[in-house]
């Protein structure tokens, strides 16, 4: 009895233990809800307990594949490549490949205007918080009719370009690795992050 | 006199000829009466010919593939522009969008897929980089859940002749199947300075948002089922984040790419655009949960109604969670009542609303405002603006209404005499 009383105590610790230790990454149910209320989460817990701890499934990425396709540019340069971009050899280029949907000078349309002229309207200029996004943007979606198609060195000239078209940069300053995320953006600082939290005040 | 006789002789002819034809005509018409009552032949309906076929002395269609709506009732998208089309609110049942009616947005087209050419690369702080094919994603513990997906640029007015798809047609909902991503990442492991992920789309546009990964984790789906068949196209074949609640423009389609990173990416869709201008000249990023809001879908634009009872009909929603309440006015906001919600009421969800009016046949305007789970209530046009500094921009989910005339005719409410 006592034998049998010592095994239900071991198991009786092993499933508090296993229940007070659920995986941090299960889905908790919605708080809140009433009993008897359905959701699509019902059960889900201890379905869970079903699972092994590692599924396994997939392939192994390496490093080259990821290298591939690891394209985008952050605002402290992560993802920049090696390369030097000149607003002068950014004309021509943007002449040729961009200045048809923005507009010989960057705001005339027909598509998004880039550079701030008197309407207001938004611009990389008065809007965009980030320099590094326009290397990111043009390398990723433009042009239009052939996105990607720009090589590494045709989109830093672009971004000096762009830059200097917008008064940021003066035309023969050099658009690096280095120097792009040190680009200060004149709309940077009125970026706030999302204040809504929901409740009874409007915002 | 004798001419006369001819005369009157001729008439008689004439009518003698007439009954004939007309006996003619009624022995036929009869004839094929009895005919198609009594003979086995089966008699095509013919919808496109004048003749009212009744349906029950006829055999109907053979059996299909693939089914189709009835030619007497078949919505259309409402097509904005070449990038997005909107989903026709006022001529759906219930809360489920049917697949092919989903709002689209897309930023450079559709992509074409094969979903055998496909994988899915999730790498960055995470142990194990993985491939995914969609065979793969299949394999998974799958969890199929019911929301909607609104884009935050949801929000027309400017003319009383529209319609509530018109208006905020750019919501549309489906059950959507896939695998949660914390199912995959728990498998991967996650490393501790991960806080965000970066979701990039295989079209023309690389489409990517970055996302916080704390609630990336909670309910995010990388989904391949929509409604019960394979994703669309639109909807983004052959996998797409689904984040319930999330702003539309995160939940990457045609998904090829998740990289958990410590830092927003801070991409062009996360910048210049999907940010708002709000007040003291600041500019809000980031505004990812898509807040409560409701719309009357009947009556409305161009409906005509007619006096007496009728049900007025709407959906609601909230990216917060459950929908608590939706007060309807009949009266234009004088007095507000309370409207039944269709259960079960899910969590990120349309929500159907019914209220039955009786209509008295007096000019008047009709309104609907939605109050979610956590106390937020719909805001009107006025308040927005108040709050905001600003009369437009991404996330304005006023309360709208309908203007109901004399007639009966149905106009959209001016948003900014609500």
Known sequence: ?203 | MSEGKEYLKEIRLLVRWLAVTVAIFLALAVGLVIYQHTSNHVVEPDFDSKITVDPSKVQGKPSSEVGYRSKFDSPKRIATYATASRTPLEDLQGTITPSDLHFERHHAGIPEINPEQHELLIHGLVEKPIRLKLSDLKKYPSVSRICFIECSGNFRYGKREMTPGEVCGLTSQSEWTGVLLSTILRDLGVKPEAKWLLAEGADGALMARSVPLQEALTEAIIAYGQNGEAIRPQQGYPMRLVIPGFEGNTQIKWLRRIEVTDKPVMTREETSKYTEKVKDGKIRMFSLVMDARSIITYPAYPKKIEKGWQELRGIAWSGRGKVAKVLVSTDNGKTWKEAHLQGPVLEKAHTAFKFMWNWDGKPTRVLSKAIDETGYVQPTYNQLVRARESKAGYHFNPVVGWDIEKTGEVYLADVEGI
Not at chain 1, 83 to 108: D, F, L, M, P, T
Not at chain 1, 148 to 166: C, H, K, M, P, R
Not at chain 1, 170 to 187: R, V
């Open chain 1, 1 to 203: 009895m006592t034998k049998h009383g010592a095994v239900y105590f071991v198991i009786g610790i092993a499933l508090i233990l296993l229940i007070c230790c659920d995986a941090a990454d299960k889905v908790e149910p919605s708080a809140g809800r009433r009993q008897g209320e359905t959701d699509w989460s019902d059960g889900l817990v201890t379905y869970q307990e079903t699972w092994p701890d590692k599924f396994g499934i997939g392939r192994h990425a390496d490093k080259s594949f990821i290298a591939k396709w690891d394209i985008d540019v952050r605002p402290d340069g992560k993802g920049l490549p090696d390369g030097e971009g000149s607003a002068k050899n950014g004309a021509v280029i943007y002449r040729q490949k961009c200045a048809s949907c923005h507009g010989a000078n960057g705001y005339e349309g027909p598509e998004d205007k880039l550079v701030t002229d008197s309407t207001g309207s938004n611009t990389i200029g008065n809007y965009w918080p980030y320099a590094t996004t326009i290397f990111d943007y043009v390398r990723r979606s433009m042009p239009f009719n052939a996105p990607g198609s720009l090589t590494d060195q045709e989109v830093y000239d672009i971004t000096a370009y762009l830059l200097y078209l917008n008064g940021i940069i003066k035309e023969e300053y050099k658009i690096t690795a280095t120097t792009l995320p040190q680009i200060e953006m004149p709309a940077k600082k009125r970026y706030i992050s999302d204040d809504r939290r929901g409740g009874p005040e409007v915002r």
